[in-house]
């Protein structure tokens, strides 16, 4: 069974500064999806960068990017220029091609302090 | 577009009473998720739906969880009798076209039983 894992529970950083959340997997599969969900304190679920596998470049969106090691099965997401609204939980999650259900990890409580 | 729409956002409950939690996909999306989530055991997939057809159930906790999807654009949660471990964020999310398509979460129900 695929498995997450979020090394870091909590993180504090000040606004502006870049900060990389880290994410490992563990999975025998070769076709894969890799997300980041934030969940900010109204506890919605919001999709911030989704990354397939097959694809040796790295998502980008807007000041979140990822930086994705396949062979060693690493997923981090760096949020630059960090604002205040990015103070939320991360969930890193995997989608198997041979399923629909996301495996989340354990996230990572962000705190962007002014 | 309206999002996924789930009811009621927050729902305190007797133990041994019966709870109903609703949702509605996106229109156009044909796959439908129920995540519960929990301080102890994260984010985690209950059951999902493809063409209101369940396809993997084997997250829904015992006897006492059961799923429905009558048609596109709607499902219901039913817990009966609920138990005060029950208590949790229940989230819903949907997709389009099945596999590998990103899932977009409701505003989730806040469950308490007491």
């Known amino acids: 069974a695929q498995t997450v894992t979020q090394s870091q529970p909590e993180m504090s950083v000040q606004e502006a500064e870049t900060v990389t959340l880290s994410c490992t997997y563990d999975t025998s599969e070769n076709n894969y999806y890799l997300f980041w969900y934030k969940q900010p304190p109204s506890r919605q679920m919001i999709l911030v960068i989704r990354q397939e596998a097959y694809k040796q470049q790295n998502a980008t969106e807007n000041r979140f990017s990822v930086n994705f090691q396949k062979a060693a099965k690493s997923f981090s997401l760096k949020i630059s220029d960090s604002q205040l609204g990015d103070t939320a939980m991360y969930f890193c999650a995997f989608e198997g091609q041979g399923a629909q259900k996301l495996v989340f990890g354990q996230g990572t409580r962000l705190t962007i302090n002014p | 577009d309206a999002g996924v729409i789930q009811s009621p956002r927050h729902e305190v409950t007797e133990m041994g009473q019966e709870v109903t939690l609703r949702c509605k996909p996106i229109s156009g999306h044909n796959s439908l998720f129920w995540y519960r989530q929990t301080m102890m055991r994260g984010l985690e997939l209950l059951i999902y739906?493809?063409?209101?057809?369940?396809?993997?159930d084997s997250g829904m906790p015992e006897d006492r969880f059961s799923a429905k999807m009558p048609n596109a654009s709607f499902s219901t949660l039913k817990i009966q009798p609920s138990e005060p471990r029950d208590s949790a964020v229940y989230f819903c999310a949907s997709s389009f076209s099945g596999k590998q398509e990103t899932q977009y979460f409701g505003p989730g129900t806040r469950l308490l039983v007491l």
């Open positions: 739906f493809n063409n209101n057809v369940p396809i993997d």
